[in-house]
């Protein structure tokens, strides 16, 4: 059976499935290891849920003669010297049966467009006894930290990915804001044009805002003049009125 992915295609689709739908917080496909070079590993953090949390591997085959080779692999005959907590095979659909897995494996088959369907998780209802728990740590440190070493101040991304967060999140904020308050303006803008319908008159919005902000001077320029009894701003203040007659 021939396999509608490349090797890396399906590397590619391991490392966003980590990612996506399980939900590991760091994904990275075909990386150079110790001894191991995985096709996708993921790590996974629960934030407190321990049992929940480990390494997730998944190794792609297009063929069963690739199948069946990984198998004479030091690190597939000894677990203890592989990487992952929790391991899966990928592969095009009807490659691999289930009955072929080995003992704690999953099994994910991609469909021709695309799509991952799991045919079975390595979780069972005790995840701590589905994990793999001897593993090569000092391969997965070294995988981890040569991904690091590619960012020259991890630091700083970290920095600037929670800046980001922060500015997309206030900016959300104030999206939720001008969202209620334009549902308010044309509420008031139905409840204008009514009036106007029914009371007859032909005044426009624009028309409207116009002498509020007239009557906000005036009472502005009043309040001034209340202070300051200065005639030149009882000049303005009548010419505000339409009343210049009385100047």
């Known amino acids: 059976m021939s396999s509608p992915f490349t090797h890396k295609e399906l590397c590619i689709i391991a490392a966003k499935w980590l ?24 790590w996974k953090f629960t934030y407190g849920t321990t049992a929940k949390e480990g390494s997730i591997l998944v190794e792609c085959k297009t063929s069963r003669a690739d199948f069946k080779a990984d198998f004479k692999k030091p690190f597939r005959q000894d677990p203890s010297k592989g990487i992952g907590n929790w391991r899966y095979y990928m592969c095009p659909e009807g490659i691999i049966s289930e009955s072929e897995l080995p003992d704690k494996w999953g099994l ?80 008031y803008k139905g409840l204008f044009e009514n009036y106007t319908a ?6 426009s919005i624009e028309e409207l805002h116009d002498e509020i902000s007239r009557l906000r001077n005036i009472e502005y320029l009043l309040s001034i003049y209340k202070d300051k009894k200065d005639d030149k701003i009882l000049e303005q203040l009548l010419t505000k009125i339409g009343r210049q007659d009385i100047i």
């Open 19 to 42: 990612k996506n739908t399980l939900k590991c917080t760091i994904s990275i496909n075909e990386p150079k290891g110790i001894r191991e070079n995985p096709d996708a590993i993921g």
């Open 108 to 187: 994910a088959y991609v469909t021709d467009k695309g799509k991952v369907k799991v045919i079975k998780h390595p979780y069972i209802k005790d995840t701590r006894k589905s994990k793999f728990k001897d593993i090569n740590t000092e391969n997965e440190r070294y995988l981890l930290t040569r991904w690091l070493s590619k960012t020259e101040e991890p630091e700083k991304v970290a920095y600037n990915i929670r800046e980001t967060n922060n500015k997309f999140n206030r900016l959300c904020t104030q999206y939720d804001k001008l969202k209620v308050d334009n549902k308010r303006l044309y509420k």
């Open 198 to 203: 029914l009371s007859g008159t032909d005044i």
